[in-house]
């Protein structure tokens, strides 16, 4: 008998389902571009994962071929081969080709892990030009291939072996999707997370296709520890990562978090080890507990008093990096990119877990609690204090129909890109730039040095400061939340401070003011620090400028070899130039040096910040002595 004659009734219902599938794959795989192609990969290995879930399976290896096919090699049970009595034809047969084979079809296991959208590898036949499966099972090598979800040839034994384990290559097909290369790096990617959110599990990747070829292990036996202190591996951590697990109700959870003295807050969370982009019960489980917990503590330890306000979320979430990884039967996800988790009763589950799992954690480690609440209370007083700046910055424009600051001496032109605002440092040298800019592009806004010094203590004294509103008056931009470019009226923002500590010290509050509340202006690259020279050399009545020792010091040679007179004078700051040698040596545009500052030079001074505001002296001179210049590219 070939197929043909063996087709039942049920046979045609398996066809029409894969036909279902190649008329109609993005209901399946969610489109036929690079995502929908990369999801093939994926909805094998979850099944592979599953395995492993079960206990059954410890390692998977991942490979590209040279002609392009993928296989997909596990050590687990190995699909069952044995004819199944309703269908009359071998389990991995109905496995492979009929719909939705959902939860395993013995019955007695479940699927926990299901990919995106838990269609089985049934889907991934059928959009396959072909696929070849073996198995090993009951010391044998079995052996079927299939073309278009449909087999050729049957089930046959090639060979002996030990073990088990299951082995699938499957080669895309080209009348499905829009492009059949498979990329690496997102693969290698999703791998790893794989092998982070299953500890212990060995996953090799290899790609055969290029010369040399790729091959990588991964294997973390942390887990999601190892995860987050790779997430983390660039900021700096505060504590050592805090990690929980447990069983409760049948939902597995583990949860691993740290902070660090980033502003980001990077929290992802998985259902069954698919990343839940858009949340979910689980994650407002998490959340809801971590900011009840955290004010808990903090009134607990004096650090909230009766007349505070509460921490609010991102108070307490600021600078956290967590993964919150949950294993359940039957979620059902929502949202969008079906990757929100909707079962109600999980929230409750998780919250509960992770309230048992801080307080037993805060008994033991009482130093580390009082670091995050401290923390938490200077992102909480940060948000207070950029509210009152909206606030004032909001009642200014309103009173006064937006009308500019006093201080400010606009420029002409209204275009932002021509537009330039010079910060100054001082009440002179702010006389001297007004006098010396040339105020059809130029602005001027005068910053008192002293205030500013005087204020030592934080950003939130900062905020408060009439000349630090006057400034985001003058930009037109409002802050933090409320920031836009939209009314932004300078295109570049020139600092411009004098050559010692003090001037670095304005430079280092203005830097971590822009890097917190205005950090798009810097993405943007229209922050700038301005260059003032640094020595004037007089020859003959002849003056001519040095921005650096080396330079002024070669000049010094050449005059002196030729025998010529010649005068030094030291700047020590900008108020000993007159309006016109200001003009000359730091703000025509012509002839200054401007350096662009950069994002990292930004979050250098933001690091800093905190340090400099201390009363350390020493520790700021030596900052300052180190930073006299945040260089990145100098913009002449
Ligand atoms: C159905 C039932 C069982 C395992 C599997 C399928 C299975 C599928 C794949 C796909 C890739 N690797 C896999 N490994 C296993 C349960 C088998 C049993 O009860 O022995």
């Avoid at 296991?109 to 991934?124: A, C, T």
């Avoid at 959870?253 to 689980?282: K, L, P, W």
């Avoid at 004096?302 to 979430?317: A, I």
Wanted: glycine fraction near 8%.
């Amino acid at each position: 008998m070939n197929n043909n004659d063996m087709y039942t009734a049920k046979d045609i219902q398996v066809l029409k389902g894969l036909e279902g599938v190649r008329k109609r794959p993005s209901m399946y795989i969610g489109s036929t571009g690079k995502r929908g192609l990369h999801h093939l990969i994926y909805e094998v290995v979850d099944n592979s994962i599953d395995e492993a879930l079960e206990g059954y399976c410890s390692e998977i290896t991942v490979k590209i071929n040279k002609d392009g096919s993928v296989t997909v090699r596990d050590n687990g049970r190995g699909i069952p081969v044995d004819i199944h009595p309703e269908e009359g034809k071998s389990a991995l047969e109905v496995v492979l080709t009929t719909l939705h084979a959902g939860g395993k079809f013995s019955g007695q296991g479940y699927r926990i892990s299901g990919g995106l959208h838990g269609v089985g590898i049934s889907v991934v036949n059928a959009l396959s030009e072909w696929l070849e499966v073996k198995v090993k099972r009951y010391g044998k090598l079995y052996f079927q291939r299939y073309e278009r979800g449909i087999p050729v040839g049957a089930l046959k034994i090639i060979g002996e072996t030990e073990g088990t384990g299951t082995e699938i290559t499957f080669y895309p097909d080209k009348e499905i999707f829009e492009e059949i290369t498979f990329e690496n790096s997102v693969i290698s990617h999703r791998l790893m997370e794989l092998a982070y959110l299953n500890k212990g599990l060995k996953i090799s990747f290899v790609d055969e296709r290029g010369i040399p070829p790729i091959s990588e292990v991964y294997k973390f036996d942390n887990g999601i520890v190892g995860y987050v202190n790779r997430l983390n591996r660039s900021k700096k951590a505060i504590h050592d990562v805090i990690f929980f697990e447990g069983v409760k109700d049948n939902v597995s959870i583990e949860c691993a978090m740290q902070y660090t003295t980033s502003y980001e807050e990077d929290i992802r969370s998985f259902v069954n080890t698919i990343n839940t982009v858009e949340g979910g019960t689980h994650l407002i489980g998490f959340k809801t507990s971590l900011t009840k917990k955290f004010n808990d503590y903090a009134r607990k330890f004096g650090k909230l008093k009766d007349k505070d306000g509460n921490l609010t979320g991102s108070d307490v979430r600021e600078g956290l990096t967590a993964i919150l990884s949950i294993k359940m039967r039957d979620p059902e996800f929502e949202g969008q990119t079906k990757t929100r988790l909707g079962n109600e009763n999980i929230k409750e589950i998780v919250s509960t877990f992770i309230k048992e799992q801080l307080d037993d954690y805060c008994e033991l480690h009482p130093a580390e609690i009082k670091a995050i609440i401290d923390r938490s209370i200077k992102a909480a007083q940060a948000r207070l204090a950029a509210k009152r700046a909206r606030e004032m910055v909001r009642r200014k424009n309103g009173l006064e129909g937006s009308s500019l600051p006093g201080k400010l001496a606009d420029c002409i032109a209204k275009s932002v890109e021509k537009a330039e605002l010079f910060l100054v440092e001082g009440d002179s040298a702010g006389g001297s730039a007004k006098q010396g800019r040339d105020r059809e592009f130029q602005a001027i806004l005068p910053l008192r040095g002293k205030i500013l010094n005087v204020e030592k203590s934080s950003m939130n004294k900062l905020l408060k400061n009439p000349q630090i509103t006057d400034l985001i008056v003058a930009l037109g931009t409002n802050i933090g939340d409320d920031f836009s470019t939209k009314n932004l009226r300078y295109g570049k923002i020139i600092i411009m401070t004098d050559a010692d500590v003090d001037g670095a010290h304005i430079r280092t509050l203005l830097l971590t003011f822009f890097y917190r509340y205005m950090r798009e202006l810097i993405e943007d690259g229209r922050i700038f620090i301005a260059l003032p020279p640094l020595y004037r050399l007089k020859v003959d009545s002849k003056d001519s400028y040095f921005y650096d020792d080396e330079s002024l010091e070669a000049a010094i040679k050449e005059l002196t070899e030729k025998k010529k007179k010649f005068q030094v004078q030291r700047y020590k700051g900008l108020g000993e130039m007159n309006p016109e040698q200001l003009w000359e040596t730091t703000m025509d545009p012509q002839t200054r040096r401007l350096i662009r500052v950069g994002i990292e030079d930004a979050e250098e001074a933001n690091e800093l910040f905190d340090k400099l505001m201390g009363s350390d002296v020493e520790l700021r001179r030596d900052f300052i002595r180190e930073n006299a210049v945040y260089a990145k590219d100098i913009d002449i």
